[in-house]
């Protein structure tokens, strides 16, 4: 899921903007309009790229259709296959495709092209972040109508993402994927450590004491430890199993109202890190792994039995030819219905300046061909969105992919606010609040005080557009 930068700008949108002066949008777009020259000389291609057109207002041809994205390696090469199949079935579309930065760099652009009046007419987005992007009215809204002369009709999504897509009652983004946080496990350290059986599944790991019991099983065969997750420099890996736990535990969204206000049970929310310490403190976990180079590779060299990560890590794990399955993130605590955390890329259409800008139908035929394509997506570890690869044959009979399929059902997104989603502000100081209680230099109480107190300063500050 790490993405690759193309040559650009890099221009953070403006905070500006006092009730009776110039609005934060139009900053942004003087902002654009300044910098559009600068941002020719960094892109390829001249005023005929996808990216030029973004940045410099150069109108692209009737029959083009432009799309942005923020995958590379494995992932991108499976969106180039995808994109290479539409090609092929639509030779009378110029498909032109982007790709940036993952993370912020990237939904600065696409916001700054989107505010500039030449956004691509297809994006990537994550669920997330739709709601902030949709407040900000950079998404066309999506109407049923049009959606099913394409054959995009709600029935032939699953639930949660098609849910999570709407931004007040209205459909703003086609998900593509769920990518839940899930559970590694070696089966040849489960099946010495007794943890299979007799069909060689691995047994019941729900609740508080008998996942650490697993792991403590673990351990003894590996002599070293009985799971791992990443910790050193990974916030989001920290957040993300965090946030898992504090929702089983009936723990409500830490901010609404777009992240202006504060809602974060701290009960909850000490509870959750309590036992996050105690994963530490029995010494099943280690304080102190990151992320490719410790925690995978304690699992892939038999170090550990167990793993906590995303499930885009999947091919990561396949690479090291080991032994190993997957499962959903067990249900740890049951206070609530099953949750875990996660998030979707979806397809949206940035908002254009005119229906010829927009080339709707043609820009919804895109997002079909994508999904009818979706198998070779979901390779990567993505659970599909799309039930007519979810509940095929093929998908069924994709190992491990398909062994955590349902874990979709609990994903839990990341609260809606501007300095929330994939990458965010909110994962990273949430996380290193979370961290400091993980290896113990923080106490479970005062971890969740400062979670609480940091987001109250983000919840203070004006959201940038």
């Known amino acids: 899921m790490r993405d690759r ?34 941002a020719t000389t960094l892109t390829v291609g001249g005023c005929g790229s996808t990216i030029a057109q973004g940045f410099t207002g150069a109108a692209p041809a009737p029959s083009r259709l432009n799309f942005w994205n923020p995958f590379t390696g494995g992932d991108g090469e499976r969106m180039l296959a995808m994109q290479d199949a539409y090609r092929a079935s639509h030779r ?23 505010l500039g009046g030449r956004p691509p007419q297809v994006a990537v987005v994550h669920l997330s972040k739709v709601p902030t992007l949709a407040e900000a009215g950079l998404l066309t809204e999506l109407h049923g109508s049009d959606l099913a002369r394409h054959g995009l009709t709600e029935d032939r999504f699953d639930k949660r993402p098609w849910q999570r897509a709407r931004a007040d009652g209205a459909l703003h983004a086609v998900p593509l994927d769920t990518h839940p946080f899930a559970l590694y496990f070696r089966t040849d350290i489960a099946a010495k450590a007794g943890l299979l059986d007799a069909r060689g599944e691995l047994v019941d790991l729900d609740g508080p004491d008998a996942f650490i019991d697993a792991l403590r099983a673990a351990k003894e065969v590996t002599g070293a430890w009985g799971g791992s997750i990443a910790s050193v420099k990974d916030a989001s890996t920290q957040f993300r199993l965090f946030w898992s736990l504090y ?19 701290t009960a909850a929310a000490s509870e959750a890190l309590a036992y996050m310490r105690r994963l530490t403190q029995e010494k099943v976990v280690p304080a102190n792994a990151d992320g490719q180079g410790g925690a995978i590779t304690l699992l892939t060299t038999g170090k550990a039995g167990f793993l906590m990560d995303g ?22 605590f049951k206070d609530a219905p099953y949750a875990c955390a996660a998030d979707s890329h979806a397809l949206v259409l940035p908002k254009a300046p005119s229906a010829d800008a927009r080339r709707l139908d043609r820009s919804l035929g895109f997002i079909a061909s994508m999904l009818h394509s979706s198998m070779l997506w979901v390779e990567g570890g993505h659970v599909p ?13 994709l190992s491990p992919q398909s062994h955590y399929a349902a874990a979709a059902d609990g994903a839990v997104y990341d609260p809606a606010a501007w300095y929330g989603g994939a990458g965010s502000i909110l994962q990273t100081v949430v996380g290193d609040a979370v961290t400091s ?21 983000l919840a203070a500050r004006p959201a940038p557009v």
């Open 5 to 38: 930068a193309t040559p650009s700008s890099r221009v953070g949108p403006s905070a500006a903007g006092l009730p009776g002066g110039p609005s934060r949008r139009r900053v942004l777009r003087g902002s654009l309009a300044a910098g559009a020259g600068a």
């Open 92 to 114: 009378s579309t110029d498909l032109k495709s982007a790709t940036f930065l993952w993370g912020n760099p990237y939904y600065t652009k696409l916001t700054l092209a989107t």
């Open 247 to 265: 929702r089983q535990l009936g723990g409500a969204d830490l901010v609404a109202d777009q992240g202006r206000r504060v809602v974060i049970d």
């Open 311 to 332: 499930v885009w890590q999947v091919l990561a794990v396949k690479s090291a030819h080991v032994k190993f399955d997957m499962r959903p993130l067990p249900r740890v």
């Open 385 to 397: 969105a799309w039930l007519e690869t979810q509940q095929s044959r093929a998908y069924e009979e």
């Open 437 to 457: 209680v993980f290896n113990g230099a923080t106490s479970p109480t005062a971890g969740a005080a400062r979670i609480r107190r940091e987001l109250r300063e």
